[in-house]
């Protein structure tokens, strides 16, 4: 069973930047798909970006319509590790961060995701 560890998320003013990390405990070859989802209290899971594909060297990416054109996810598979930079943030963009991973096909739904990291915060202030 893979272990999936976010880290990099803080506190940062509107129009800051930050790069969320989420480290596997396995290939990150293993994974057609991979994805960002973030959370606020009482609410739904939202889907924020995927990063999927045959690799290793080419992924598709997709981006909810939220953070397109701000955000930008990749992997290193030299690594293990799938990243989120996160640009020109916003204080609707605060919310706990989770990584995904799935060895199929997804979506930006967390239903097409079979396994979850724990969570980074991300706080943005205005």
């Known amino acids: 069973q893979v272990q999936l560890v976010e880290s990099g998320g803080g506190s940062v003013q509107a129009g800051g930047s930050l790069r969320l990390s989420c480290a596997a405990s396995?290939?990150?070859?293993?994974?057609?798909?991979m994805g960002w989802f973030r959370q606020l209290p009482g609410k739904e899971r939202e889907g924020v970006s995927i990063?999927?594909?045959?690799?290793?060297?080419?992924?598709?990416?997709q981006y909810s319509e939220s953070v397109k054109g701000r955000f930008t996810v990749s992997r290193d598979n030299a690594k293990n590790t799938l990243y989120l930079q996160m640009n020109s943030l916003k204080p609707e963009d605060t919310a706990m961060y989770y990584c995904?991973?799935?060895?199929?096909?997804?979506?930006?739904?967390?239903?097409?995701?079979?396994?979850w990291g724990q969570g980074t915060q991300v706080t943005v202030s205005s």
């Open positions: 995904a991973a799935t060895y199929g096909g997804c979506l930006l739904r967390e239903d097409t995701f079979a396994a």
């Open positions: 396995k290939s990150t070859t293993s994974f057609y798909c």
């Open positions: 990063n999927y594909g045959a690799g290793p060297t080419q992924y598709s990416e």
